[in-house]
C-alpha cells in the first residue's frame, strides 16, 4: 500500500485535504484515483488508512477510514556518525531509516569536512521522510 508523510494528522480526522508536495505527489508521480487506498503516517507513530475521496487541480480529499497508534519499535537505534561529503549523504540517510534509525547523532572531528547547518537539516529531514 502507497505510504504519505501528513505531519498534521491528528486522532480525530475523518476527512483531510492535501496540498503541496504531497498531493503532487500521491496525484502526479503516483498517479493514484479517485477511490484507491493509501496511508497516511505522521511520524510520531499515527497511521491512517484512507480512501481518495476527490481530486482537484490544487486539492486532493481523503476519507480515513481508520486510526492506529503505533508503539515506538525497541531498542531505538541512534547512528553517531561523521556526515560524508557529496551524495554518500542521501545513501546513509536512507539505509539507516529504512533499518530502523530513530536518532542520528552528527559528530563533528578535526577533520570533518561537512558542517550541518540548517537548510542541510531540511534536506536530510526530506531524504529520511522520502525513505519511509
Not at 504519505?4 to 494528522?9: A, E, G, R, S
Not at 484512507?50 to 497508534?69: D, E, F, H, P, Y
Not at 541512534?78 to 533499518?99: E, F, H, N, W, Y
Not at 559528530?107 to 570533518?112: G, I, K, N, V
Request: proline share 5%; glycine share 6%.
Amino acid at each position: 500500500m502507497n505510504c504519505f508523510y501528513f505531519p498534521q494528522l491528528i486522532n480525530s480526522n475523518r476527512i483531510i485535504d492535501l496540498q503541496g508536495d504531497e498531493m503532487r505527489h500521491i496525484a502526479g508521480a503516483r498517479r493514484l484515483k479517485v477511490g484507491d487506498k493509501l496511508l497516511l503516517f505522521n511520524g510520531k507513530g499515527l497511521v491512517a488508512n484512507a480512501v481518495i475521496t476527490s481530486i482537484m487541480k490544487l486539492k486532493l480529499s481523503v476519507r480515513v477510514t481508520q486510526i492506529t497508534q503505533l508503539t515506538p519499535p525497541l531498542p531505538r537505534i541512534a547512528v553517531a556518525t561523521a556526515i560524508p561529503k557529496g551524495d554518500r549523504v542521501s545513501t546513509l540517510l536512507d539505509m539507516c531509516t529504512q533499518l530502523g534509525m530513530s536518532d542520528l547523532i552528527p559528530l563533528m572531528s578535526e577533520r570533518s569536512v561537512v558542517e550541518v547547518n540548517t537548510k542541510k537539516y531540511e534536506r536530510f529531514s526530506r531524504i529520511c521522510i522520502n525513505a519511509c
